[in-house]
């Protein structure tokens, strides 16, 4: 093979790398299991109004979108109504993780859980404080789901979500239009792409479904790392 | 297939009448202030939902508003903003309009003329807004 090479071809084959910024803004794949477990989780039922707490207009917790589905804050922003009116301002079809993501250097985020709490013992381990955006739980009792919909982003992004199923029973059910159902086995950690698919969730089993959505900066050292050796078992 | 329409309206006097149709079936109804229309129509592959609003009375000021349709059971959402209505002004009003009002309104789910409001849908309806979802432009 002769060596007399165009430079942009020799500069992209020495320099080519799993690039997470590629993977989450170019790439429109719908998920990919990351090749991380994170240890069982004592996470209770929310009890926070996860609707009410996003001024969501319809507030009918059982309303056509979703029933019995919510969620608890554990990391956001920590002037929250101050954050909300700036957030609302881009319209309810932005979601909750964008919403977060767009305003993390506006506004001051911190943990709404103590230091020794094991859901953020067990985050801290993968990422700083600094490059959290939002943290939340997602639970859904036996019965409940959430009505097919598509999020949407303000930024184009596609894998963006860090989905951990840390309670998720037999007869649970993710589904994906078009791609059939994510095959989520409990403890299984998935980067979700919830913007370009419809999707919808359902609780078929006996027990809650319990999930820990995590929005973070992707490029964070540990995840990044767990990105792009995911990436490359799963395509390799 | 099932379709369920729900209606409001506005009259004085004059109870606006409609005819919904497909592109293969159709029936009428003579609309109250609220009226859940439930019918069964042929709906094809590919086809048209049609309300034609056949009364319209200037004098009465009639209005037919859509507030939901539900087809094969499933509520369309907000996807009938879809909707495309596309009026028959009357001559006489229209001759005195400067500028001339648009030949079609969408979104639009108020019948304030006589016309035809319609929607293109394609079975299986749940596929439908699937696909509606995914060609969404919304996102930036």
Known sequence: ?236 | MKIKIEFETEYKKVKPKCHVSTINDGASFDLEKTLTVDIDLVVVENDNLSIEFLNKDDNDDNVIKIKSIHIDDINLQHFIYKGVFRPAYNNEWYSKQDPKPPSEYTPCLELRHHGIWSLEISTPIWKMIMEQWINDKTDS
Not at chain 1, 14 to 23: I, P, R, W, Y
Not at chain 1, 63 to 71: D, E, M
Not at chain 1, 110 to 138: G, M
Request: proline letters at 5%; hydrophobic letters at 35%; charged letters at 25%.
């Open chain 1, 1 to 236: 093979m002769t060596k007399q090479i165009p430079k942009l071809l020799k500069d992209a084959m020495e320099n080519n790398t799993v690039d997470v910024d590629v993977l989450s803004k170019h790439l429109k794949i719908p998920w990919i299991k990351l090749d991380i477990k994170i240890p069982n989780l004592d996470i209770p039922i929310s009890t926070e109004d996860w609707r009410e707490k996003w001024g969501f207009k319809d507030l009918d917790k059982n309303s056509y979108q979703v029933n019995q589905w919510n969620g608890n804050l554990l990391f956001g922003p920590t002037e929250w109504q101050k954050f909300l009116d700036k957030a609302n301002q881009l319209g309810e079809q932005i979601d909750e993780d964008c919403k977060c993501r767009l305003f993390r250097k506006q506004f001051k985020y911190d943990w709404y859980i103590e230091k020794d709490n094991v859901v953020r013992k067990a985050i801290s381990k993968i990422f700083p404080d600094d490059d959290l955006n939002l943290v939340n739980t997602y639970t859904l009792p036996p019965g409940g789901w959430l009505f097919p919909h598509r999020d949407y982003g303000s930024d184009d992004l596609g894998l963006n979500k860090i989905y951990v199923a840390v309670k998720w029973g037999k007869g649970n059910v993710f589904g994906m239009y078009g791609c059939g159902n994510i095959p989520i086995e409990q403890g299984d950690v998935i980067l979700l792409n919830n913007y370009s698919l419809p999707h919808w969730v359902y609780n078929g089993s006996d027990d809650d479904r319990i999930v820990l959505d995590i929005s973070a900066n992707l490029k964070s050292k540990n995840i990044s790392e767990v990105i792009q050796r995911s990436f490359i078992n799963k395509f390799s």
